[in-house]
């Protein structure tokens, strides 16, 4: 097929956004380079953002809620520490970006939406990329995804006032757990939790980071302050 200007315009921003924003600050897993330099990000965004889609910021998808900024969605990725092969959970659809590019790498991808609006639309456009290999559910994501259990890793994309006990309970023993963890809804730092063994998880603190709010069961509720 032949690329049309505007796809390669894109492919040579996708280029550029890989160099300056993910390169430049550090991001050294090559599997996650390679994956956002395949997965069309201004196909994940609306259309009136599209302009926009390599800007190195969140951007908004509607409902109040965003995609995450690229370098946010490398960082996290590479803290999963992916080899290829793994089934992975990601809780926080969004509009399926972050779980496009996990599905360039890991064998199968289970993510959950709260949102239905945003997951139908997420399960739309993975459909339309081809990836057979994303599956989108709409529910509380703070619950996990029980059938599919237990997970080589699994990623939260909102930030909840603790590491739900359900989701750690979904993990294999050696699995990663990354999510953004904070006292208020809106400000956490970026952990990781390593299942080291069946009642062992070990916690690294990445860094200062800014979510949406974890809304569920064990997360945030809708009343909580500043939602
Ligand atoms: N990974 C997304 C970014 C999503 S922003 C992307 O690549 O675009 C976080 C998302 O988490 C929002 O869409 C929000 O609706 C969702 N969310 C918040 N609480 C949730 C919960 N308990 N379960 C599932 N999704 C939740």
């Not at 996290?76 to 790498?105: D, N, P």
């Not at 945003?118 to 339309?128: P, Q, S």
């Amino acid at each position: 097929m032949q690329e049309t200007s505007s796809e390669k315009h894109h492919a040579a921003r996708r280029e550029a956004m890989v160099r300056d924003q993910l390169v430049a600050r550090g991001i050294r897993d090559d599997l996650v380079l390679d994956a956002m330099r395949k997965v069309p990000r201004e196909r994940f965004v609306p259309e009136m953002e599209r302009d926009f889609a390599y800007t190195d910021g969140p951007l908004p998808i509607g409902a109040g809620q965003t995609i995450s900024q690229p370098y946010i969605v490398a960082l996290m990725t590479e803290a999963l520490q992916l080899k290829g092969g793994e089934r992975v959970l990601e809780i926080g659809t969004g509009s399926g970006y972050a779980a496009a590019v996990l599905a360039e790498i890991a064998a199968e991808v289970f993510t959950i939406e709260r949102v239905s609006e945003l997951a139908d639309r997420a399960a739309d456009t993975l459909g339309d990329q081809g990836y057979v290999n994303a599956h989108v559910r709409h529910g509380d994501g703070t619950l996990g995804w029980a059938e599919s259990a237990p997970y080589d890793a699994i990623v939260v994309t909102a930030g909840g006032p603790k590491v739900p006990e359900s989701l750690k309970q979904q993990l294999t023993v050696g699995g990663r757990l990354v999510m953004p963890v904070g006292t208020n809804p809106l400000f956490q730092s970026l952990v990781q939790v390593v299942r080291s063994s069946d009642d062992q998880f070990d916690t690294t603190d990445l860094g200062a980071v800014r979510f949406v709010a974890l809304v569920g069961k064990e997360g945030w509720q809708e009343s909580d302050a500043d939602l």
